[in-house]
């Protein structure tokens, strides 16, 4: 019974371990645990497959005929002991119908017999155990397979429910979704829409503020051209009465000055009217020009301003003065002409009744005189050369029309000073701000003259040209014009032909090669403005008289001072300049002047050339010489414009050098002192080397015709 027992309690422990799924299964679906039922499923289906795999095993293992001994060998203890081999046939074998369900076979116990047959008996029931065992083996693994197969059923009806389900919350879920996001959509539409309706409201109002806005500029505007006009109109009206009243007094300036010109003209005997009313009458003239010239500005500028209109006034009231004093000045010298017309009506009918007394005494006296001439003649044929009578009157000529020349060159420029003082020396901040100006426009180009290019020399010159035509040009970053004040185009004249000059005195008297640019210049302006040459001129003469040529001689009763200044020279503090600065001086303007007779114009007149060289060499050679002064010029022009001469005028100028070297050097010795030769040295070296080569080399920096066409 014992080893009966055994067999199914080990029985019972292997089919409850291999239901244990199927019970787990049970109790989760109970409980109704939902959390993690997907997980749990796949791990029970996994656990399924190993019970289902094991009862194969199980039933590979019957098939292939293994012993009920094997088995109970491998899970059973067989009897040790005959003792208990009897009990067992005494015990009743009970099934256990909870763990087989009813399924399990019924056992009977057999019959007691005598003792003998004990071990017989054992087998047989030994062997109806086992084929029970098998019996009840083959029941419980179908009846495992049918639960297996049934709770599989049941698990995948549960997937399927839960699937479904899963399916249905889903679609509940997106459905959800789609409500909510439509909600949403709605309200953000709405959102907008009404922000829209707002914006628009909002750029409809900005756009009606900014209609109105437009409109009120646009009158204001339209107020604003009205009155720009009407202002424009009075001052254009204003303009024009200023320019017309500008032009009536231009004309009346014009009228008088042209009447005066007229009276001089039928006159024709201005030697006898005194000097200050030609020079006043020249300064009519050149009132009445830039008068002409203001208007002209004024014309093209559409307009004028009140100080031109107030000179214009100034202008005529003086034009019509000096109209004035001219006629009452031709009137008295008409009459003073009559009477002497009468009084040489007079003396002419006085003389021819004298004449006829005298006929008689000159035919008395006519031999003696004869005699007395060729006396005269032979005294002089033995001691001096003959000079002709033609010869001497010709110079004489020349020398007195140099010395009148020289005397209105003075007397305009003297005009022309004082005429421009209101620039030279301005009481006004803002004229005298526009007179340095002005300066800086003359200075700044004139400064800057070299022979680096024929470019160079032109932009120097077209400045220059532009500044006295009135034009602007600029000066430090601004636009100046001399056309702002009335007189601004004569003080910039005359302010250029003082600085040519001290271009000589500073420069030039240093370096000799820049004289040739600075003439170029000089000369470029010079015939475009005639007037600046004339002040040139002026400065020349009055720094150097011996340009003229003219020695001033010392006066009756004058001071050291003012016949040292005559001549040239620097006096300061009572002390004169020494004579190796001022000869210095005089040389730097000689050699400026002797450039500008050099000059090649090319096809143009020039307006001061190698003719008026011609003519100050030969009144110089008939001149007194002075001691170092006559010498250093004639160097300083011989060595610049000698070489222009000599091509020139060839032969005759030959001639001019042989009565230089013969008669005049000679004098140029007598009155030049011991230990001051050094002038005269190196003049007779140039003159014996032109004599010599019969030729003048070209000076040092002249600009030839390959530098203008470089």
């Known amino acids: 019974m014992d080893e009966k027992m055994s067999v199914l309690e080990e029985l019972g422990r292997t089919s409850k371990g291999r239901l244990r799924y199927s019970k787990d299964v049970e109790i989760g679906t109970k409980s109704g645990d939902a959390a993690g039922w997907l997980g749990r499923l796949v791990v029970r289906i996994n656990d399924v497959d190993q019970v289902l795999s094991a009862l194969e095993a199980e039933l590979q293992n019957e098939q292939n005929g293994e012993s009920p001994r094997s088995k109970t060998q491998e899970g059973l203890s067989p009897p040790n002991k005959p003792s208990q081999r009897g009990t067992q046939h005494k015990e009743t074998i009970h099934a256990r119908p909870q763990a087989s369900q009813d399924l399990s076979p019924k056992i009977i116990p057999p019959a007691k017999g005598p003792t003998g047959s004990s071990e017989n008996g054992g087998d047989i029931v030994r062997a109806q155990l086992q084929k029970s065992v098998s019996v009840y083996e083959q029941e419980r693994q179908e009846t495992v397979k049918e639960t297996v197969v049934k709770q599989k059923i049941q698990m995948e009806q549960q997937i399927a429910g839960l699937w479904q389900q899963a399916q249905q919350q889903l679609s509940i879920l997106q459905d959800q979704h789609r409500l909510n996001s439509r909600r949403q959509q709605d309200k953000v539409n709405n959102l907008l829409l009404h922000r829209g309706e707002k914006s628009q409201q909002r750029i409809q109002q900005l756009e009606e503020d900014h209609r109105q806005r437009a409109r009120h500029l646009d009158a204001q505007l339209q107020e604003a051209i009205v009155r720009q006009t009407q202002q424009q109109r009075r001052?254009?009206?204003?303009?024009?009465?200023?320019?017309?009243?500008?032009?009536?007094?231009?004309?009346?300036?014009?009228?008088?000055?042209?009447?005066?010109?007229?009276?001089?003209?039928?006159?024709?005997?201005k030697d006898a009217l005194p000097a200050d009313v030609l020079s006043d009458a020249h300064r009519a003239m050149m009132l009445t020009s830039n008068l002409t010239r203001q208007v002209s500005a004024a014309s093209q500028a559409g307009g004028t301003t009140d100080q031109v209109l107030q000179l214009a006034q100034t202008t005529l009231a003086e034009v019509k003065a000096i109209k004035t004093k001219v006629v009452q000045a031709v009137e008295k010298a008409r009459e003073e002409a009559r009477k002497a017309d009468e009084e040489r009506a007079r003396q002419a009918q006085e003389q021819a009744r004298v004449q006829a007394a005298e006929q008689e005494k000159q035919a008395a006296l006519k031999q003696a005189e004869k005699a007395t001439a060729e006396k005269a003649a032979a005294k002089?044929?033995?001691?001096?050369?003959?000079?002709?009578?033609?010869?001497?009157?010709?110079?004489?000529?020349?020398?007195?029309?140099?010395?009148?020349?020289?005397?209105?060159?003075?007397?305009?420029?003297?005009?022309?000073?004082?005429?421009?003082?209101?620039?030279?020396?301005?009481?006004?901040?803002?004229l005298k701000?526009?007179?340095?100006?002005?300066?800086?426009?003359?200075?700044?180009?004139?400064?800057?003259?070299?022979?680096?290019?024929?470019?160079?020399?032109?932009?120097?010159?077209?400045?220059?040209?532009?500044?006295?035509q009135g034009q602007q040009v600029e000066v430090s970053d601004k636009r100046v014009s001399a056309t702002s004040h009335p007189m601004a185009t004569l003080y910039c004249k005359e302010l250029l032909a003082r600085k040519f000059m001290k271009q000589g005195i500073e420069q030039i008297a240093s370096n000799h090669e820049s004289a040739f640019p600075i003439a170029a210049v000089a000369v470029g302006v010079w015939m475009e403005f005639p007037d600046v040459g004339e002040l040139l001129m002026a400065h020349f003469h009055r720094a150097c008289p011996y340009i003229v040529p003219f020695y001033p001689p010392r006066l009756d009763g004058q001071s050291d001072e003012d016949f040292y200044k005559s001549k040239g020279y620097a006096y300061k503090e009572g002390t004169v300049e020494k004579q190796d600065k001022f000869l210095k001086r005089m040389s730097g303007i000689m050699r400026l002047y002797a450039a500008i007779v050099q000059t090649d114009t090319g096809s143009k007149k020039h307006p001061h050339g190698v003719a008026h060289g011609w003519c100050w060499l030969s009144s110089v050679i008939n001149?007194?010489?002075?001691?170092?002064?006559?010498?250093?010029?004639?160097?300083?022009?011989?060595?610049?414009?000698?070489?222009?001469?000599?091509?020139?005028?060839?032969k005759q100028f030959h001639k001019l050098l042989h009565i230089l070297c013969r008669d005049y050097f000679t004098q140029i010795q007598a009155v030049t002192g011991a230990g001051q030769g050094g002038p005269v040295s190196r003049l007779k070296g140039l003159l014996e080397e032109c004599i010599k080569t019969q030729r003048i080399a070209t000076p040092k920096g002249m600009l030839t015709s390959v530098f203008w066409t470089s």
């Open 623 to 650: 001149l007194d010489p002075e001691m170092d002064v006559t010498a250093t010029l004639l160097y300083d022009f011989l060595q610049v414009a000698g070489h222009a001469l000599m091509k020139t005028y060839g």
């Open 380 to 430: 002089t044929s033995s001691t001096k050369p003959a000079v002709p009578a033609d010869s001497k009157e010709a110079f004489l000529s020349t020398y007195t029309q140099n010395i009148k020349r020289y005397r209105d060159l003075q007397t305009n420029l003297d005009t022309c000073v004082q005429s421009c003082l209101p620039l030279a020396k301005p009481t006004d901040s803002q």
């Open 433 to 468: 701000k526009y007179a340095f100006d002005l300066q800086k426009a003359v200075n700044t180009p004139l400064n800057a003259i070299s022979s680096h290019s024929a470019s160079h020399v032109t932009d120097k010159l077209e400045r220059l040209c532009r500044l006295l």
């Open 235 to 269: 001052k254009q009206a204003y303009a024009l009465e200023k320019l017309r009243q500008l032009i009536k007094q231009q004309e009346e300036s014009n009228e008088a000055a042209q009447a005066m010109t007229t009276l001089l003209s039928d006159f024709g005997q």
